[in-house]
């Protein structure tokens, strides 16, 4: 039985990719600083699975940490989702993003090096496509200048994987390039737990539908879609998950570098994704417009056609589905993990 580490493995789309890889029969080890997770997702692990991943708690930027990992567990192949995500905190704090998502991926790198673990698998975003020359977006679209350090630190570690793997061909790296994720495990179990004021938009939808938050401030209500706000892919964090083991699978028999978009290839407007949370909550989401943020686009969504062909990965659940399951996780811990 095979033994996949997962960086941070504690976090949203890590605690869900580590049930979906023991439910397919991989042991897994979970290693994550807790910045932005709780170690109670461990147990709700255990409880949807049955089975009870290790954790170790630890930083990717240390070595000794990682070296002691690696000597103590029969790693087969890393994904590394360890990094700080948040943009707006990017733009204001560059250096701890560039510090933690690059240097840490670094360490990380050279410690498998070391361990003679040559595959990893990379939590990368839609983000490095800067801003869509073209729609929907390919894995060959062009690459513009990321808007945000946030964006900038994900390239520059695709780039420096895709030179590890060009002048090693032991090495196996698959980049996935997320759209965003949204919903939570069926169970309602585990979800979305962010730290503070939610960024991202449906942690703020649940937000200010279990008063939380007063109100979700659009940005931007004169966009050139449908009903003037900005359209996006969503992708159920479930399938997000799937797409991990199919990655991880596929990767065991290709070497050299493989790029794959995760993502529906359905755009959602804003007030999309407001009104079905709404139907499924039958809550009020109370909401105002705000103008348009710098940098931000009218429409981004994926062609995923590549992961459907060469994975075998196809998202199966809908926006019904991401909605209903991520009410369920907000109904049953409407204080995240601190319930």
């Not at 080890?29 to 709780?38: A, E, G, I, P, Q």
């Not at 708690?57 to 890393?78: C, N």
Request: net charge negative.
């Amino acid at each position: 039985m095979k033994t996949i580490l997962c960086t941070g493995g504690t976090g949203y789309i890590g605690s869900h990719t580590a049930v979906q890889l023991l439910n397919a029969g991989y042991n897994v080890v979970l290693f994550d600083n807790l910045y932005n997770s709780k170690p109670e997702v461990v147990n709700r692990i255990e409880k949807i699975t049955g089975k009870r991943p290790t954790f170790v708690q630890g930083d990717i930027r240390d070595r000794a940490a990682l070296d002691k990992l690696f000597a103590g567990h029969d790693i087969s192949a890393v994904i590394h989702f360890a990094g700080l995500k948040c943009v707006p905190e990017s733009i204001e704090r560059p250096m701890e993003y560039f510090e933690n998502n690059v240097t840490g991926t670094l360490v990380l790198c050279e410690a498998m090096k070391a361990a003679g673990v040559k595959t990893i698998v990379f939590s990368s975003s839609a983000t490095v496509y800067g801003t869509p020359q073209e729609l929907p977006l390919k894995e060959t679209s062009p690459l513009s200048p990321p808007l945000n350090p946030y964006g900038r630190s994900k390239l520059i570690v695709e780039q420096m994987l895709t030179d590890i793997a060009t002048s090693d061909a032991e090495w196996r790296v698959c980049l996935l390039r997320y759209f965003n994720p949204v919903g939570a495990h069926e169970s309602g179990l585990i979800g979305e737990d962010p730290m503070g004021i939610p960024n991202n938009l449906m942690p703020r939808v649940a937000a200010v539908a279990t008063g939380r938050m007063d109100s979700l401030p659009i940005c931007g209500n004169d966009w050139d879609t449908p009903d003037g706000t900005g359209v996006r892919d969503y992708i159920h964090v479930v399938d997000l998950a799937d797409g991990h083991v199919q990655a991880v699978e596929y990767m065991t028999n290709h070497n050299g570098v493989k790029i794959f978009n995760l993502g529906t290839g359905n755009g959602y407007s804003v007030l999309d994704m407001v009104k079905a949370f709404e139907k499924a909550s039958g809550r009020e989401v109370k909401y105002s417009f705000a103008p348009r943020r710098p940098g931000d686009m009218a429409s981004v969504y994926a062609n995923c056609d590549y992961a459907n062909n060469e994975l075998h990965w196809q998202a199966k659940r809908n926006l019904e589905n991401m909605v209903n399951d991520l009410w369920r996780w907000q109904s049953n811990n409407p204080n995240g993990y601190a319930d």
